[in-house]
């Protein structure tokens, strides 16, 4: 019971909350919240009929409503009604004004037909005066564009390509914005990149031209810098001159004025071809047109391809250094060559240095040192090359010239020229070269020319013309009457000649090297040095030693060297003149002629002695002996009295000699004295050794005999004096060792010669026991082969005992010297 009672409460209360659940899905249909899906489900809920239940109550609901909507109905119809009769009342005059309204409307609408008209006339009228105004204001916007677009063409017509560009940045940054939604202005925008291209290419097309241009007239630049430049250079020297002589003359005055002197005229004659010429002046500005270069830079610049243009224009330029620096393979033939090749280099460098000043960043002094470095290196190698082909001394000389000029202009541009200078050093040494062998020539031609005897003067004219060439001077021959000879030949005052004409050769080169005159002065005396040590001495050597040269010219030769010797302290004189460089100067070099023609003079005094005895071989080799004769011929030889004959012709040719000095006549006495002792020596060495020459194996007494009359005409000649000076029997010594080897075999004196033998008192003292052994044994055995007989006679076999006893003797000489050796 209790358990129904509370199933009965259950259902109760969830009697409750249906409805209640009811009500609120109620609630939310009313108010129209949607969506009304999650109360719809709360509906359906696990309940049984809950879909009857629900619409029962829906039901119930609707008809709540339905009563209370017909509630108000009731309440309100009354008035509803009330309404609708008023209503009707009105209809009839709502018809009346109607009608009025329409008839009121029909004639305003036939009175405003004419307004609407006008009004739409002026509503025309007011919308083409708006779109004037516009158009108007547009193309006042538009037309400058539009004229600042024809300036430009009319630009780009005259060439006027930087003011062209300008024109475009104007359009660019300040017109075509304004107008920029206009075709036309797009069409502009395209064009002018495509302008800008053009100019470009036109620029740069400029730029070529202008390069090929300077390429072009390079050498006609350079050629006219070099003469400015060498003009300028005489220019200072002329004013440089006229100061020195202005600060250092003494003025004096004649008849009211001062006197003029000649340099001062041609100075002011100087002056004054200056003045014509100035006008004539040329720059490199005058001769190229550099606006291509200007024009191009400024475009590339406004561009903004400025280091675009930079470095093409190097890279060009650097080709045409390179080109510029090439030289021909035929310049060193001429000095056309080298003028050509510089004034191309020197153009090249005048229009880079032209740019570098009216430019600002196109080329740079770095660049311009780097280019120059490397042109400079060139050039020092090629000259260098060139030079080395060159012979000509005059060419030589005009190439320096040049270079001189050419490493002015450059330096007056800024450019270091140290190394061309020091290049000119090197140069030098070269032009000395040449100039040591055209001198060579010179002095060849000179002895060739020579007749190798005095010079005749007939009268005091002629004397003065040849000491005003050379430097004599002589006291004694002062006091001799003309005619006269002076000792030395033609060749001297000719070789002196030459000698100060090679200084003053030397000297040109050392001009306008920028160098003091102490270094001028040591470079004078050391090609001085060379020309006498090597060239002259070498001339002198090769004439000395040629074989036309007899003895007679060697004589005279040594006789000229010698007054060349003493003509070397006129030649430092000279040097000194020229230098203004005092020789007592510690660091001033010496003339080295005095050893030059010291070994010039005993290289003569050599080959007349070597002359003298090949001509005694000559006549030795004429000997004829018959070494076996059993009886002398009772004279002399033939071969051997020419040979004496000959001797003393020549020695009388020595002694009669013109010997105007103490000094000439003992030099020459000297060499006679030592010719002929040298003659006489190797005149007695010649007999000795055709005596002991081991091809003859016999000689019999008879020809010993006839030997000896053969020593003793040699004898006789040194006897005789042929040559004055020798003091007693000074000369005949040189026939001692024959003199006494045949005394002691004439004499037969084997007992005397071998028990003083090692004695200094010796008779034979200068008899040699090997020449003695040797000389015995061929006679040894001459005696064997001749007398067959011998061994049946006792004198004979006596002798021939003698002759072995003395050999084994001279043997244990022989044998004793040299186990003591």
């Known amino acids: 019971m209790a358990r129904k009672s509370k199933l009965n409460l259950l259902e109760l209360y969830s009697e409750e909350n249906k409805d ?6 109620f609630a939310e249909i009313e108010s129209f919240e949607l969506p009304l899906g999650t109360s719809l489900r709360s509906v359906y809920d696990d309940q049984p009929n809950a879909h009857q239940r629900f619409m029962e109550k829906l039901d119930a609901c609707i008809r709540n409503h339905d009563r209370e909507i017909e509630k108000m109905c ?32 029909r004639r305003l609408q036939d009175a405003g037909k004419e307004v609407i008209a006008q009004t739409e006339e002026i509503i025309r009228c007011r919308i083409q005066q708006r779109n004037i105004t516009t158009v108007v204001e547009k193309l006042q916007l538009c037309l400058p564009v539009l004229e600042m677009y024809s300036k430009l063409k009319e630009q780009m017509n005259v060439k006027r390509y930087y003011s062209a560009l300008k024109t475009m940045e104007q359009l660019e940054n300040t017109y075509l914005p304004r107008v920029s939604q206009y075709r036309f202005c ?8 495509k302008l800008r291209e053009e100019i470009k290419e036109i620029s740069m097309s400029d730029l070529k031209d202008f390069l090929e241009s300077i390429r072009k007239h390079s050498d006609k630049i350079g050629e006219t810098a070099m003469k400015q430049a060498q003009q300028q250079k005489t220019f200072n020297t002329a004013l440089q001159k006229q100061n020195n002589v202005n600060y250092g003359r003494n003025m004096y005055v004649i008849n009211g004025r001062v006197p003029e002197p000649k340099y001062e005229i041609t100075f002011k004659r100087t002056l004054e071809e200056e003045d014509e010429h100035e006008e004539e002046v040329l720059t490199a500005h005058d001769l190229v047109d550099f606006s291509p270069v ?4 400024h475009i590339y610049s406004v561009l903004g391809d400025g280091e675009t243009f930079e470095n093409y224009y190097r890279k060009q330029r650097r080709k045409q250094a390179r080109l510029v620096l090439q030289p021909q393979s035929s310049m060193h033939e001429t000095v056309e060559g080298y003028r050509r090749y510089f004034s191309q280099i020197v153009g090249f460098f ?16 770095a660049y311009t040192d780097e280019l120059w470095n490397m042109a400079l290196s060139k050039i020092i190698a090629v000259l260098r090359t060139h030079t080395s082909y060159c012979t000509d001394p005059d060419l030589v000389l005009e190439l320096k010239n040049l270079i001189v000029v050419f490493a002015d202009t450059l330096q007056g541009y800024g450019f270091p020229v140290n190394r061309l200078f020091d290049l000119l050093f090197e140069i030098r040494d070269q032009y000395n070269e040449t100039l040591l062998k055209k001198w060579a020539g010179l002095f060849r031609d000179i002895f060739e020319a020579d007749n190798y005897s005095p010079i005749p003067v007939a009268n005091e004219e002629e004397y003065k013309i040849v000491i ?16 006269k000879k002076l000792p030395m030949s033609q060749s ?14 030397s000297l040109k080169f050392s001009e306008s090297l920028h160098r003091s005159s102490t270094e001028i002065d040591d470079m004078l005396r050391k090609s001085t040095n060379l020309l006498l040590t090597r060239t002259l001495s070498s001339c002198l050597q090769n004439l000395i030693k040629k074989p036309h040269i007899g003895l007679t010219e060697l004589v005279q030769i040594i006789i000229n060297t010698t007054h060349l010797e003493q003509a070397c302290k ?3 004189d000279f040097i000194t003149n020229i230098t203004n460089i005092s020789q007592e100067t510690v660091h001033t070099a010496r003339l080295y002629g005095l050893s030059t023609f010291k070994d010039a003079r005993h290289a003569a005094e050599g080959e007349i002695y070597t002359k003298l005895n090949q001509k005694i071989d000559e006549f030795i080799q004429l000997a004829d002996y018959d070494w076996t004769m059993s009886e002398p011929a009772g004279r002399a030889s033939g071969y051997l009295m020419d040979l004496i004959n000959f001797l003393r012709s020549t020695f009388q040719v020595f002694t009669h000699l013109p010997n105007n000095n103490n000094d000439h006549a003992a030099m020459s006495g000297k060499v006679a004295q030592t010719a002929c002792m040298s003659a006489c020596q190797h005149l007695s060495t010649s007999l000795m050794q055709m005596l002991l020459d081991s091809e003859l194996k016999q000689i019999s007494m008879g020809a010993v005999q006839q030997f000896n009359l053969d020593v003793i005409q040699c004898e006789l000649f040194a006897s005789s004096e042929p040559v004055p000076g020798f003091h007693g029997d000074t000369l005949q010594l040189a026939f001692i060792d024959l003199r006494q080897l045949l005394d002691l075999f004439m004499v037969w004196d084997w007992s005397t010669y071998l028990a003083d033998y090692g004695q200094p008192t010796s008779k034979y003292l200068r008899v040699n026991p090997s020449t003695a052994l040797t000389l015995l044994e061929k006679m040894k055995d001459t005696s064997k082969k001749n007398n067959i007989f011998a061994q049946f006679r006792k004198n004979d076999r006596d002798k021939q005992k003698l002759i072995e006893t003395v050999v084994k003797q001279l043997r244990s000489l022989v044998n004793g010297m040299s186990q003591h050796t």
Not at 20 to 25: A, G, I, K, R
Not at 294 to 297: D, I, S, V
Not at 468 to 482: A, G, H, M, V, Y
């Open 20 to 25: 209640q659940v009811y009500e609120n899905v």
């Open 74 to 105: 009731n309440f309100h119809h009354q008035g509803f009604v009330d309404a609708i009769t008023e209503l009707l009342k009105v209809r009839a005059d709502a018809g009346k004004l109607k009608v009025q309204v329409t008839d009121t409307n």
């Open 186 to 193: 797009q069409i502009m925008i395209e064009n002018l990149p």
């Open 294 to 297: 200007y024009r191009c830079l």
């Open 350 to 365: 005048v229009v880079e240095d032209h740019i570098l000043h009216v430019t600002q960043g196109l080329v740079t002094r």
């Open 468 to 483: 005003s060439k050379f430097p004599f001077q002589d006291p004694e021959l002062d006091k001799q009457s003309f005619p």
């Open 492 to 505: 001297v005052p000719q070789i002196y000649i030459q000698v100060k004409e090679f200084i003053y050769a």
């Open 570 to 572: 006129y030649l430092e």
